[in-house]
């Protein structure tokens, strides 16, 4: 049985830190690590080192199991071995772990970038977004390649919820002119707010002209919809909806 849900209590420097161990499995996941690895790795980050058999007590994993992830963890870089009777282990540092992985995934994406065959721009047709994290990306990945403006329309909520302002703000340092519609006042210098009625789960993104992610997300951070496009006229009816509504929150007073 895996002790999941269970707190990582750490004393660094006199000072007590608190971590949601399931909170730290779900981090370390997607750097490569399966779940039985990601478990015992912070298991060595809280103990600092462990032998195998204090793994298994631990985590409550089968020692054959634990031994068989701590050889992985050595192979992929994620932990050294202590030599000595008996054995031990200690993780990689998180920092150095993180920064290894950043380094290999930037060689493979120029290595298949050169090796794949070129396909067509996604944004030609219309495309169905599903999934809060899958959204998340999509909407990241447009506010990095916009050029010259973003229009964005959404509750501080969902803006929050997306975690949008650090994206906006690199946004706005690269020179982009940024354009909200949002509910309530975001701290947001450099970009021109305009105050509506809550949009209560809509979203609506509209960069450089060209592309359009409209949709809603449900319960966050469980599900949303959204429906991504490059295609002009969508793009044209969605930018000319904004449009009225700014006109309309000017003629009211509700801009910023």
């Known amino acids: 049985m895996f002790l999941y849900r269970t707190t990582i209590l750490i ?22 690590l399966t779940r039985h690895e990601a478990t015992i790795y912070s298991y060595l980050y809280e103990h600092q080192e462990l032998t195998g058999y204090e793994a298994a007590k631990l985590t409550g994993i089968s020692r054959s199991n634990v031994y068989n992830t701590l050889a992985s963890l050595v192979e992929k870089g994620t932990a050294y071995i202590i030599e000595g009777s008996p054995t031990k282990y200690i993780p990689v540092l998180i920092e150095e772990l993180c920064d290894n992985r950043i ?20 944004s030609d047709g219309y495309i169905t977004i599903e999934g809060y994290k899958h959204i998340q990306d999509k909407i990241f990945n447009m506010l990095l ?11 501080v909520k969902n803006i929050t919820a997306l975690q949008l302002e650090t994206e906006l703000k690199k946004t706005i340092s690269r020179g982009i002119k940024v354009v909200i519609l949002t509910d309530n006042p975001l701290a947001l210098p450099g970009s021109k707010l305009y105050f509506t009625e809550s ?4 979203i609506r993104l509209i960069t450089d002209s060209k592309h359009v992610l409209t949709g809603d997300i449900f319960d966050y951070p469980a599900s949303g919809t959204c429906l991504y496009s490059g295609q002009v006229n969508f793009v044209n009816i969605l930018k000319d909806a904004l449009r009225y509504e700014i006109k309309l929150v000017e003629l009211t007073g509700g801009n910023q």
């Open 11 to 32: 004393i660094i420097s006199n000072e007590v830190k608190t971590i949601d161990r399931q909170f730290i499995i779900e981090r370390l996941m997607p750097l490569g």
């Open 103 to 122: 380094r290999a995934l930037q060689e493979a994406k120029k290595s298949l970038i050169s090796n794949l065959p070129q396909i067509a721009d996604d």
């Open 199 to 202: 949009r209560a789960e809509q």
């Open 145 to 155: 390649s916009a050029k010259y403006r973003i229009y964005l329309a959404a509750s």
